[in-house]
């Protein structure tokens, strides 16, 4: 069900990030079955988003784009391949603002790179007035993922500070 005025912001590393994302949802609407695009049709289908008659729509910018999010009312934040985002802290406290009181934020990342601001919100969840909830859901429980670990493998001395960091399950 596609809900009546919902707006999520897509926030990906590069604009060619976004732009990937943007194509994959475009395909996922198209590719629905025709009786419930019927019920969720679409008005508005561009590298800028999607939007729908009912008035929800997910738009979609970069972190590194001018003022991200800036003229947003938006009930959900998404932002995606979040390791590797320069001055993550700076760009996700200038997106907060568009996020209504009780909207959701979502931060992912792969293991395509991480950075400190990660591991300072996993510090942070200890203190007894922490607003955030921190879920680690581990790209390793997929198995397309699961590989033997060579014998002689030694991971890079950055990594190995990573997997020291408190909070880490």
């Known amino acids: 069900q596609l809900l009546d005025g919902y707006t999520v912001g897509i926030a990906a590393f590069k604009g060619t990030d976004a732009t990937n994302v ?12 025709e009786d419930w695009k019927k019920r969720a049709r679409l ?4 590298k800028d988003g999607l939007a729908w008659k ?16 800036r003229g947003y009312t938006l ?7 979040y390791g590797k985002w320069v001055n993550p802290g700076e ?4 997106m907060l603002p568009a996020v209504v009181p009780d909207g959701d934020i979502i931060i992912e990342s792969t293991a395509g790179g991480f950075n400190d601001y990660e591991v300072k919100c996993r510090l942070a969840q200890t203190e007894p007035d922490y607003l955030w909830e921190l879920d680690f ?5 997929a198995d397309e993922y699961k590989e033997p670990v060579p014998p002689t493998f030694q991971p890079p001395q950055e990594e190995v500070a990573h997997m020291r960091s408190p909070g880490l399950p």
Not at 22 to 33: A, F, G, I, V
Request: with cysteine; aromatic share 12%; net charge negative.
């Open 22 to 33: 943007y194509e994959n949802l475009s395909e996922m609407y198209h590719n629905q079955r």
């Open 43 to 46: 008005i508005s289908d561009n």
């Open 54 to 69: 009912n008035g929800s729509r997910i738009h979609m910018f970069s972190q590194g784009g001018r003022e991200p999010a």
């Open 75 to 81: 009930q959900m934040l998404h932002c995606t391949e």
């Open 91 to 94: 760009t996700l406290a200038a």
């Open 137 to 141: 859901l581990p790209w390793y429980w």
